[in-house]
């Protein structure tokens, strides 16, 4: 089974069962100050659940463009990393505003997961809330026994609020939610017993694929809990897991979802994804998730820009192009080639991407032209640095500290074209160096994000580079590949 169709059973599966389909929001959010991107599929609906406004549906169902890179949930240091968190994902969802309950919602994600996906039972966890004394939170036992009547009990495990009681926010509504769980894990792993307590954080091929929130309480400003008069129902599944689990890969990026793109990344670079440098398969997965949240961003109006949602959307692309600039040794601007092959794909579900895809690629291009510039400004200092080293083999920390801040290099990078040179880094003189100008610099006035300093370019500056807190992290991230 293809992802389309995937997809597609999920919303024919929820329309046999009374619920209306509608369209995905936009992925860009203009008018909600609390967010800048859709990070859930209910956001679209979050008046409906604050009573603001009435629902014109009592059921409904989609797929959302996610996008997890900022605020809450942020999972860009993962994508590429592990093999299913993506920045950019679809969440599959089915909504009860005040109509069905705990039962129903129950009752069919088991008969979706096995009798039309066929997902074996025994593979299948859920996770259910324990309640919390200290909160007066009770446990969900209601969940739990209609989950008995389907999962072995040793196979329903307890969850602790963080995991397991979800809250809009300080006030407003909230309940408990129960997970589902697969295991992924192959016949030889799960006889050795490998996976002491099987959720995702533990092993890697049991991951979770839907979450079921219950909303049924109103948490007020003095923190105590009334029971809402309408209970509502919000779900979200990852498509991209679910179609992993259904196409028996060991990997998100293995299904046909990602492999097109994958494969044009090889065809572009003449470099194969699956090959012995780890590095390399990191890069690919990067490039094959990035550009999706890339493209689709600024089909939906957010352009990459030097503050706010459009840097977010900037820092991602400036990611890729790092990644195929360090690791597939590409020169030249790549990304908005993949561009046209994507919007191909998502023709008949996100047909706003093909609409616009002339002027996607043409924004993507001028992006990656300018930053690859400003990395071929920093190569040039760096064979300046390498022309000073008067046979000496190692490139000074000083050299690559300076290449880090001015030049946005991370560490990684400079030993990459080290390595090429026959040198190496003093890696303990880039630390020091980079803990002194740390010290020096905690009151700067710089914004501090994730991969890059920038500052407020109508102030008369620009882009100077790395930040190096995070260029730490992702060396360390390298490391232990
Ligand atoms: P995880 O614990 O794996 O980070 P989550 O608990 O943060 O997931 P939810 O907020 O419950 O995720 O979202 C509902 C579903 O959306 C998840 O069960 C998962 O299938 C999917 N999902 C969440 N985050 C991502 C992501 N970054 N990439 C792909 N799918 C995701
Ligand atoms: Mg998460
Ligand atoms: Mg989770
Ligand atoms: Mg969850």
Redesign the pocket.
């Known amino acids: 089974m293809t992802g389309s169709e995937i997809r597609q059973q999920f919303l024919d599966f929820f329309a046999s069962k009374g619920h209306v389909i509608v369209p995905s929001a936009p992925i860009v959010l203009k008018n909600d100050p609390t967010l800048k991107f859709t990070n859930?599929g209910m956001n679209q609906f979050k008046d409906y659940f604050l009573g603001n406004k009435k629902a014109p549906h009592h059921r409904v169902a989609d797929t959302q463009k996610?996008l997890?890179v900022s605020g809450k949930?942020n999972?860009l240091e993962?994508?590429g990393v592990d093999t299913?968190?993506?920045?950019m994902?679809e969440?599959l969802g089915n909504w009860s505003f005040g109509d069905y309950f705990k039962k129903e919602a129950i009752e069919w994600s088991w008969e979706l997961l096995t009798e039309v996906y066929k997902i074996p039972k025994d593979q299948l966890y859920v996770t259910v809330f324990q309640g919390d004394a200290a909160e007066n939170l009770e446990k969900d036992q209601e969940a739990y026994d209609l989950w008995k009547q389907f999962v072995p009990e040793e196979r329903i495990l307890l969850g602790n609020k963080k995991?397991n009681f979800w809250e809009m926010g300080e006030t407003g509504p909230c309940g408990p939610?129960t997970?589902i769980h697969v295991d992924c894990r192959t016949p030889a792993e799960r006889a050795a017993g490998d996976g002491a307590r099987l959720v995702?954080a533990d092993h890697p091929q049991v991951?979770?694929?839907?979450?079921n929130v219950f909303m049924q309480f109103n948490r007020l400003k003095d923190k105590s809990l009334e029971p809402l008069p309408a209970k509502h129902v919000d779900t979200?599944?990852?498509l991209?897991?679910l179609v992993r689990v259904l196409q028996g890969k060991q990997s998100?990026y293995d299904t046909d979802l990602f492999m097109d793109t994958i494969h044009a990344t090889e065809k572009l670079t003449g470099q194969t994804y699956g090959g012995s440098d780890s590095r390399k398969d990191v890069a690919f997965r990067v490039l094959a998730d990035h550009i999706r949240a890339i493209s689709f961003a600024i089909a939906d109006g957010q352009l990459p820009a030097s503050n706010e949602a459009g840097y977010v959307i900037r820092r991602i692309l400036r990611r890729a192009v790092r990644y195929y600039f360090s690791f597939l040794e590409v020169r030249k601007p790549l990304l908005h080639e993949l561009v046209p092959g994507l919007a191909k794909q998502f023709a008949h579900v996100f047909p706003e991407l093909e609409k616009q895809v002339d002027f996607v690629k043409k924004v993507i291009f001028e992006e990656e032209n300018n930053f690859l510039r400003t990395l071929g400004q920093g190569l040039e200092r760096v064979e300046a640095a390498v022309a000073d080293l008067n046979g000496s083999k190692v490139i000074s920390g000083q050299v690559a500290f300076e290449l880090s801040d001015t030049y946005g290099f991370p560490l990684d990078l400079t030993q990459l074209i080290a390595q090429e040179k026959g040198l190496t880094v003093d890696e303990k003189g880039f630390e020091a160096a980079l803990k002194i100008q740390k010290d020096r610099s905690r009151a700067a006035t710089a914004l501090d994000v994730d991969d890059w300093v920038v500052l407020d370019e109508k102030a008369g500056v620009k882009f100077i580079g790395y930040t190096h807190l995070s260029a730490d992290t992702k060396i360390t991230k390298y490391r232990k590949i």
Do not use: K, L, Q
Request: aromatic letters at 10%; proline letters at 0%.
């Open positions: 859930a996610c997890r949930h999972d993962e994508v299913y968190h993506h920045t994902f969440m995991d939610c997970e995702n991951i979770e694929i839907w979450n979200g599944m990852g991209e897991r998100n």
